[in-house]
């Protein structure tokens, strides 16, 4: 585990970020302010966000100031679309009476070849499916990214998914090809500065 600290005075917030930092079952049962609800996960990098009032992280935590944000690194991915899809559907009174209407061919597809890959435990659907877990199983987790190295072609690699349309909570994933300076750091940064930003409001 190692850890570096950043603070941005202009809006008040400090962040932490993590390198393979560890939440677990027992620090959840041995505190009400941490840990993981379920099993031990360690994402590959974790950034805590939290207001620059607090001189310490842990005070912040208690305070319920704290928010966590992790990224995993999976490079077996080459496109997005192998794990995300972003269209989005209108819902009408004939897709909530008939709800398989509103399932389209690759999406039925996709669930059959979810359960076949189960069964050989390779698919990599969920890879996004445990940032979902990471979002519901850590304390203070308020989004989880997946980072992929994205090919030259993709026409949509970067994609955040969020709850009522706001920057956090939410789940998604990056296109961050190693040694390209090009292949998705711009969005990456320009997301961690909506995060700082948005954080900042809140305090």
Do not use: C
Not at 3 to 22: A, D, G, P, S, W
Not at 44 to 66: H, M, Q, R
Not at 91 to 100: R, S, Y
Request: hydrophobic share 30%; proline share 4%; aromatic share 12%.
């Amino acid at each position: 585990t190692s850890v570096q600290t950043y603070k941005f005075e202009k809006e008040n917030i400090t962040v932490k970020l993590y390198y393979n930092r560890t939440f677990s079952p027992s620090q959840f049962s041995s505190s009400i302010y941490w840990g993981s609800y379920s099993r031990p996960f360690r994402p590959d990098y974790t950034l805590a966000v939290f207001p620059s009032k607090y001189k310490k992280e842990i005070d912040a935590i208690k305070s319920g100031d704290v928010s966590y944000v992790h990224f995993d690194a999976k490079y077996r991915i080459q496109d997005l679309t192998q794990f995300i899809n972003s269209n989005k559907h209108l819902v009408t009174d004939e897709t909530i009476d008939k709800p398989d209407l509103s399932i389209s061919k690759e999406e039925s597809e996709e669930l059959i070849q979810e359960k076949n890959e189960e069964n050989v435990n390779t698919y990599k659907r969920g890879d996004l499916l445990k940032m979902h877990t990471y979002n519901d199983a850590i304390r203070k987790t308020v989004g989880s990214y997946v980072l992929y190295p994205g090919s030259d072609n993709s026409t949509k690699s970067n994609e955040q998914s969020s709850v009522y349309d706001e920057i956090l909570p939410g789940v998604g994933a990056f296109a961050i090809r190693p040694g390209n300076e090009n292949s998705g750091h711009k969005a990456i940064r320009e997301f961690v500065q909506k995060i700082i930003e948005f954080k900042s409001k809140e305090s």
